[in-house]
């Protein structure tokens, strides 16, 4: 497809989406715009865009086709913008935020004036953020949730997918307090919950120190996200407040089931309930992508002797195999401690636990 994409916002999302557009439309020119210039800079240096620009109205005004991946909060006020331009008569809009009902309330301004506005959420992301992080795979096999206003035409739903083609997602259609709550469910509420057991877990330290370093192995992996920006998840959070205060209610509900199952000692109904949640688990799809993004973990038991680490980085280094994270996990003293590898595709994680296999003697396994 010919024409001009305008991308606002070149971090990690809007940067891999230039990478999927420029890709499959290579005769296609891409604006970018961010208010850090480095990234701008960064965006160009890598073709990620054609053209960077200061002026949001004069790029807006030339586009065929507008991505806003910016904060939920700075996409509204951006819509309202919008609103006031001489848009092309055929431009399509879209978003990445990962809340939905409150973006379309906004863009309902743009619709009134027929435009053709299409919320959207890639339902991805990864260990690092920045335009430096983008790439092409990103999206690959993953849920890009969209939210078209009642009445959108196929044509012009169409439009946007052949645009987004090159990202090899799965475009699903749901109304916008269905995304909601859907992603509610699965990433927003996690994400409250995984913050407050860390704040637990730094409260119960206060009081013994030696609480971080037993911290540092399975807690650690299930809390992750609460490492995840926190001026974007202050924004998520306000934006889907009605959905995650509705989940406190029943988590609250949930919480004191269980506290009256430990309270009466009922050792049928505890096994029960950890069994309901354990076939529930076992059965999710093992390597679809999902709300939060995957980590591909490779865990290795490995001797503590100088330069094993070296030993294996260095066999993955022949056969060109990338990390995205390493770290050593030793919760005794007297046992081997266990290097954790961390990968962007269950394809690199697979090529490196064959490559380890064939090299090392190393027992290996999967989280």
Same mark, same amino acid.
């Given at each position: 497809?010919?024409?001009?994409v305008?991308i606002?916002?070149?971090?990690?999302i809007g940067?891999?989406l230039?990478l999927?557009?420029?890709?499959?439309?290579?005769?296609?020119?891409?604006?970018?715009?961010?208010?850090?210039?480095?990234?701008?800079?960064?965006?160009?240096?890598?073709?990620?865009?054609?053209e960077?620009?200061?002026?949001?109205?004069?790029?807006?005004?030339?586009?065929?086709l507008?991505?806003?991946?910016?904060?939920?909060?700075?996409?509204?006020?951006?819509?309202k913008?919008?609103s006031?331009?001489?848009?092309?008569?055929?431009v399509?809009?879209?978003?990445?935020?990962?809340?939905?009902?409150?973006?379309?309330?906004?863009?309902?301004?743009?619709?009134?004036?027929?435009?053709?506005?299409i919320?959207?959420?890639?339902?991805?992301?990864?260990?690092? #953020?920045?335009?430096?992080?983008? &790439?092409? $795979?990103?999206?690959? *096999?993953?849920?890009? +949730? @969209?939210?078209?206003? %009642?009445?959108?035409?196929?044509?012009?739903?169409?439009?946007?997918?052949?645009?987004?083609?090159?990202?090899?997602?799965?475009?699903?259609?749901?109304?916008?307090?269905?995304?909601?709550?859907l992603?509610?469910?699965?990433s927003?509420?996690?994400?409250?919950?995984?913050?407050?057991l860390?704040?637990?877990?730094?409260?119960?330290?206060?009081?013994?120190p030696v609480?971080?370093r037993?911290?540092?192995?399975?807690?650690?992996?299930?809390t992750?996200?609460?490492? #995840?920006?926190?001026?974007?998840? &202050?924004? $998520?959070?306000?934006? *889907?407040?009605?959905? +995650? @205060?509705n989940?406190? %209610?029943?988590?609250?509900?949930?919480?004191?089931v269980?506290?009256?199952?430990?309270?009466?000692?009922?050792?049928?109904?505890?096994?029960?309930?950890?069994?309901?949640a354990?076939?529930?688990?076992?059965?999710?799809?093992?390597?679809?992508?999902?709300?939060?993004?995957?980590?591909?973990?490779l865990?290795?038991?490995?001797?503590?002797?100088?330069g094993?680490?070296?030993?294996?980085?260095?066999?993955?280094?022949e056969?060109?195999?990338?990390?995205t994270?390493?770290r050593?996990?030793?919760?005794?003293?007297?046992?081997?401690?266990?290097m954790v590898?961390?990968f962007?595709?269950?394809?690199?994680?697979?090529?490196?636990?064959t490559?380890?296999?064939?090299?090392?003697?190393?027992?290996?396994?999967?989280?």
């Amino acid at each position: 497809m010919k024409g001009k994409v305008f991308i606002v916002g070149l971090g990690l999302i809007g940067g891999s989406l230039g990478l999927c557009i420029k890709d499959k439309h290579p005769e296609a020119t891409i604006i970018g715009y961010d208010l850090n210039v480095n990234e701008q800079r960064l965006a160009q240096t890598r073709g990620i865009i054609d053209e960077m620009t200061d002026s949001f109205q004069l790029a807006a005004e030339s586009a065929d086709l507008i991505i806003l991946s910016t904060p939920v909060f700075q996409t509204e006020k951006l819509l309202k913008e919008l609103s006031t331009y001489q848009l092309k008569r055929n431009v399509i809009i879209t978003d990445t935020g990962s809340t939905k009902e409150q973006i379309m309330n906004t863009a309902s301004i743009l619709n009134n004036k027929g435009i053709s506005f299409i919320g959207g959420h890639p339902m991805a992301g990864s260990h690092k #953020s920045g335009v430096s992080a983008a &790439k092409k $795979i990103l999206f690959e *096999n993953a849920f890009y +949730l @969209l939210t078209p206003f %009642e009445g959108t035409t196929t044509a012009v739903k169409e439009e946007l997918c052949n645009w987004l083609q090159g990202t090899s997602a799965k475009f699903v259609v749901v109304n916008p307090r269905e995304h909601d709550e859907l992603t509610g469910v699965v990433s927003h509420f996690p994400h409250v919950i995984a913050a407050s057991l860390v704040h637990q877990a730094k409260f119960s330290n206060e009081k013994n120190p030696v609480l971080s370093r037993l911290a540092a192995g399975g807690f650690r992996d299930i809390t992750r996200i609460a490492s #995840s920006n926190p001026v974007m998840w &202050k924004d $998520i959070t306000i934006h *889907n407040r009605e959905v +995650l @205060l509705n989940l406190m %209610e029943q988590w609250k509900e949930e919480m004191n089931v269980i506290q009256q199952m430990i309270y009466s000692g009922n050792e049928e109904e505890i096994q029960h309930y950890f069994q309901e949640a354990k076939s529930f688990r076992d059965d999710l799809p093992a390597k679809d992508k999902g709300a939060i993004p995957s980590f591909y973990d490779l865990y290795i038991d490995v001797p503590d002797y100088p330069g094993v680490i070296s030993e294996v980085t260095g066999y993955l280094a022949e056969e060109r195999i990338s990390l995205t994270n390493i770290r050593i996990l030793e919760t005794r003293e007297d046992v081997y401690g266990v290097m954790v590898l961390s990968f962007q595709t269950d394809g690199d994680r697979e090529r490196a636990r064959t490559c380890l296999d064939h090299n090392t003697g190393y027992e290996m396994f999967l989280a």
